[in-house]
């Protein structure tokens, strides 16, 4: 693989992060809402220095702790719990990855700073919510197992560790499934957690806008932090190759409270990767002329271990 190094480009001075703005959201949930938009989420246009990376994929990229000491992510996703729905089972998929030094490594990026999401959903057809109940039900269950509920019957995967936020990887769905409710149902007990521990609520979504049914419906919501734009898949409407630009101005002007992160593989044997320099001269000035430009979401750990990508991409973003 090549290796993304100081050949590419000399490393430019990260810009400091601008005023925040607060968003505009539902009045129904004002107050558990505005514990969602956090500080690192609401930079103005510009440079943020965010990066967020997918882990959990792969097991040889390495631990979560080790993904966190990197120093090159401000977030780290965990990928994916893949099973949920109508028939009230649940299943996560962390690749093989040991989860009784999970919880341990969740804490370790906690302390550095570095806020740990659990991703529902994925590339699978294991996951649907076809109705309110089956979305309050997958609530109860994250609740319970990664945040701060205790419901004795509920396993908890990483002991009394206790995650930052929920994204939604929604890859396959319905026009039917309710994740508004989720997404509503996460907001309200937000608030529980306190001022001090508030929880991220994000998406990722293909680069073609509009979003399908089931996504457009929770992100109608108005109470999403950020959006990570996956512009590196062969998607027909929208990617690196093919009219990233008009789509990433149709998302940005269709949900201006909501921080948008431009999606990037780390593979550089993939034909969407995108060059370090072509990100320096042509991606990030495009994407950062918006005011509610968030950062850069790097696909994924596994990847960028081999690359080392995001040793020049976190100047960029």
Known sequence: RRQATSQYLEKPTMAPLAARRPACLLALLSVAAALFLTPTALAAGGK????????????????????????????????????????????????GHDLSSVGADIKHCQSKGVPVSLSIGGYGTGYSLPSNRSALDLFDHLWN???????????????????????????????????????????????????????????TVRCGYPPAAHVGRA?????????????????????????????????????????????????????????PKNVYYGVAPVAQKKDNY???????????KQTNYSSLIKYYA
């Open 145 to 203: 197992s990664y945040f701060g509920g205790s419901k004795p019957s509920v396993p908890r995967p990483f002991g009394d560790a206790w995650l930052d936020g929920v994204d939604l990887f929604l890859e396959h769905g319905t026009p039917a499934d309710r994740y508004d409710v989720l997404a509503l149902e996460l907001a309200k007990h937000n608030i529980r957690g306190g001022p001090g521990k508030p929880l991220h609520l994000t998406a």
């Open 48 to 95: 943020t220095g965010q990066v967020t990376v997918f882990w959990g994929r792969n097991k040889a990229e390495g631990s979560l702790r080790e993904a966190c000491d990197s120093g090159m992510y401000t977030m780290v996703t965990m990928s994916f719990l893949d099973v949920f729905g109508a028939n009230g089972k649940y299943h996560l998929d962390l690749s």
């Open 294 to 304: 968030g950062g850069i979401m790097l696909w994924d750990r596994y990847f960028d």
């Open 219 to 275: 992100l109608a919501t108005g109470i999403f932090e950020r959006v990570h734009v996956r512009t590196y898949e062969s998607d027909k409407w929208c990617n690196q190759n093919l009219g990233w630009e008009g789509s990433w101005d149709k998302w940005t002007a269709a949900y201006p409270a909501t921080r948008f992160y431009v999606g990037l593989t780390a593979d550089d044997k993939s034909h969407q990767w995108v060059h």
